[in-house]
């Protein structure tokens, strides 16, 4: 009888993605039954939920594994266990070698425990399956090892070490959150006694969709199995620190769909935003000027639906707000375009579906109710919003709780995500906040509802900007923007100061209110593809007029040059006038005298 043929570790791999894969199929297609009015029940912010706070994640857990050459490298985001090697050692924690995948691929494959209670042979109680079966393989190369068996970080850590690894990396495939990474940690005190005895290599997590990737960088299409080298990974890879670089943090795989973008942009862009916006900003117009729900007269300023604001049919839920919009498009500076061409690269979408920032200002007693970011004319697709300073939100009394007067407020809340607690995001200046605004079928996304908490009294950590909270939002839409938001309005908005002209928005308006939303938007678009042509015939012909002038100038000048010769002439001609009639009348006066 011939024995079961055992599956390849990388096609197993790949047998669980797309076993998670369906389960999330499924389970989207048991949303759709959810109708808007499920989740238009919390219609203003609430203070008393029992929200979870974000960031969780630090800095000092963040690590990236890359793989590739100068023209092409690839990056997955890993987080750090709370034991073994930490990244503030970073002449121990960055390794460079060969990514082995265990074999078993979850590290047990149905083999007993060994080291249990009753064993008195080792000298640690923290028990294990045993090395690998490919543990010659794995000695002094990087170990790749799903948690699919359930076994504690410590266990799996164990194995790599009687198995030779130089490095740790597990693949969490959790079905229930594929998408999410976490530091491991010590489960009890055995293990915290075996691990600051004996790991000393770096242990890291990366997601089920990260683990796919790197087990099939080398398969192309077609290829035959016996022809993938290394179960499709890499012929060596580099794990090292994060530092100030971009990393991810999973906050809602689905419903809304939610993360956060650590050190999107620096201090200095963040600062530059700031600056940029500054003496431009304006009170937000969310209402219909026709609306008095809350106060607002019949003469009042329509929205600025040119520049993002958006009538909200409940009424205003902007309260004392400011905000500008900093039109750059692509006539940004070049450090303005690292920051796009980053924000392309870590969420995939491209730089000319981008919006330009939409930068506002808190003050005390300033929050933004729960709304949807909506819009009638070019509905977003996904919005990432970035803090552009620091809040210290809560610092630690003597009983150990946090002090409310220190409590700053301002956090970005998330009330009704499907799965899982409200959510919480406090302010981290170059913390980027990523949701989608529809679902995976294009449609409006209701979970998605969100809002900005009251802004409280206080000075943030570094005593300045006191009591004012900055952020910058864009926008990311389905379609490529028109050249008119691309080009023309940014460099309007340059000649005027960095500010679009009121002119202009009062343009885009008449359009909309004179021929609708879809054919208003258009001819205000062809508008602007005409306006430079109107521009360059305007200079064209005051040009001419000026060249006309000068040559006229030229060839009938007042007085002076050819013009003493005319009058010459003219003299002379005056003078053979006047002899001429002198004669006739002398030869009168002669005729006389005869």
């Not at 791999?13 to 919390?42: F, R």
């Amino acid at each position: 009888m011939m024995a079961p043929q055992r599956l390849p570790p990388s096609l197993l791999l790949l047998l669980l993605l797309l076993s998670t894969s369906l389960q999330k199929a499924v389970s989207k297609s048991n949303q759709k039954s959810q109708t808007h009015s499920s989740y238009s029940t919390t219609n203003s912010l609430d203070p008393n939920l029992q929200y979870i706070t974000y960031p969780l994640r630090e800095e000092s857990k963040a690590a990236i594994v890359e793989w590739g050459n100068s023209a092409i490298i690839s990056a997955l985001d890993a987080a750090v266990a709370d034991f073994g090697v930490p990244t503030s050692h970073s002449a121990f924690f960055e390794v460079e070698t060969s990514p082995i995948l265990a074999d078993p691929v979850d590290g047990r494959g149905g083999k007993p425990f060994i080291n249990t209670d009753t064993d008195t042979d080792e000298e640690y109680n923290v028990p294990y399956p045993g090395p690998l079966d490919n543990a010659d393989e794995v000695r002094g190369n990087l170990l790749v090892m799903t948690n699919q068996a359930n076994m504690s970080g410590v266990t799996m850590a164990r194995i790599a070490k009687e198995s030779g690894a130089a490095a740790l990396m597990v693949v969490n495939v959790d079905q229930e959150t594929p998408d999410l990474i976490y530091s491991l940690s010590i489960e009890n005190s055995d293990e915290q006694v075996y691990a600051e005895n004996e790991i000393d290599f770096p242990v890291v997590m990366v997601s089920l969709a990260s683990g796919n990737l790197i087990t099939t960088a080398t398969v192309e299409e077609g290829m035959e199995e016996e022809d993938i080298v290394n179960n499709g990974m890499p012929e060596r890879i580099r794990l090292y620190a994060a530092g100030d670089r971009p990393f991810f943090e999973d906050v809602s795989s689905q419903s809304p769909v939610l993360y956060l973008i650590h050190n999107l942009m620096t201090e200095e862009e963040c600062l530059t935003l700031i600056d940029q916006s500054k003496n431009k900003m304006e009170l937000v117009v969310d209402t219909n000027a026709n609306d008095n729900s809350n106060g607002n007269s019949n003469d009042g300023p329509l929205p600025n639906l040119l520049e993002y604001e958006v009538a909200e049919p409940s009424g205003s839920k902007s309260i004392n707000i400011e905000r500008t919009v900093v039109w750059k498009g692509q006539i940004n500076s070049h450090a303005g375009k690292q920051v796009e061409e980053r924000i392309e690269q870590v969420t995939g979408y491209p730089q000319d579906q981008f919006s330009d920032w939409i930068v506002t200002r808190h003050t005390v007693g300033s929050r933004h109710e729960l709304h949807y970011d909506h819009h009638p004319i070019y509905p977003p697709v996904a919005t990432i919003t970035v803090f552009l300073n620091d809040l210290d939100n809560g610092e630690e009394g003597e009983d150990g709780e946090n002090d409310n007067e220190n409590d700053l407020g301002g956090e970005i809340v998330y009330p009704n995500p499907v799965e899982g607690a409200p959510v919480m995001i406090a302010p981290h200046r170059g913390l980027a906040v990523v949701h989608h605004n529809t679902d995976y079928d294009g449609n409006v996304d209701y979970a998605a509802v969100y809002g900005e908490m009251t802004l409280r009294g206080g000075k943030d950590k570094h005593q300045e900007m006191k009591t004012v909270k900055y952020i910058a939002k864009k926008y990311v839409y389905a379609q490529p923007l028109p050249p008119s938001k691309r080009l023309l309005l940014p460099l309007l908005a340059v000649l005027t100061g960095g500010k679009l002209p009121k002119w202009v928005i009062h343009v885009h308006n008449l359009c909309l209110s004179t021929f609708g939303l879809e054919k208003g938007t258009e001819y205000f678009d062809k508008l602007c593809t005409m306006f430079p042509v109107f521009v360059l015939f305007v200079i064209g012909a005051i040009l001419q007029r000026i060249f006309q002038s000068k040559l006229s100038s030229l060839e009938h000048p007042p007085n002076g040059g050819s013009g003493t010769s005319n009058g010459s002439s003219n003299s002379g001609e005056g003078a053979k006038s006047k002899k001429s009639n002198g004669g006739k009348k002398k030869g009168k006066k002669n005729k006389k005298l005869e």
